[in-house]
């Protein structure tokens, strides 16, 4: 189970997202210093996926904490473009959003929401 590719294609499919952020929702890769040509989605695991939830000493989910930045030079754009993140890290997986920062900096807002959920292993159905 690839998380990053599965947050990649549920961001793309929303219309409002890929509109605004086509050709630029990346893994772990940050836009260079002044290219804001337009908002960059940055999607970028914290920690290791880890085992969760136990029943008959075999662990059925995993657990992933991540960070998705929204970067762009338009303050309000980058609010609307994280919280339909957001939305879609909810409805898609039932990630909750945990913390994370908001800097400005030379013209440039930067939003950056953690997010922390657990899935189904793949394999679950035969186990």
Do not use: C
Not at 11 to 28: E, V
Not at 61 to 73: A, E, G, H, P, T
Request: net charge negative; no cysteine.
């Amino acid at each position: 189970m690839d998380i990053l590719d599965m947050i990649y294609n549920a961001l793309i499919a929303d219309d409002y997202i890929n509109t605004q952020a086509s050709g630029r929702i990346k893994f772990y890769q940050y836009p260079e210093t002044g290219d804001m040509t337009g908002p960059y989605i940055v999607i970028d695991p914290i920690d290791s996926p880890t085992p969760a939830n136990f029943a008959d000493d075999t662990w059925i989910k995993i657990d992933y904490f991540l960070q998705i930045d929204v970067w762009s030079n338009d303050r309000k754009l980058s609010e609307q473009l994280a919280d339909k993140v957001r939305d879609v890290m909810w409805h898609q997986f039932g990630f909750k959003q945990t913390s994370g920062p908001k800097e400005y900096d030379n013209g440039v807002f930067r939003d950056a929401r953690r997010y922390r959920g657990s899935l189904y292993r793949e394999d679950f159905i035969n186990l």
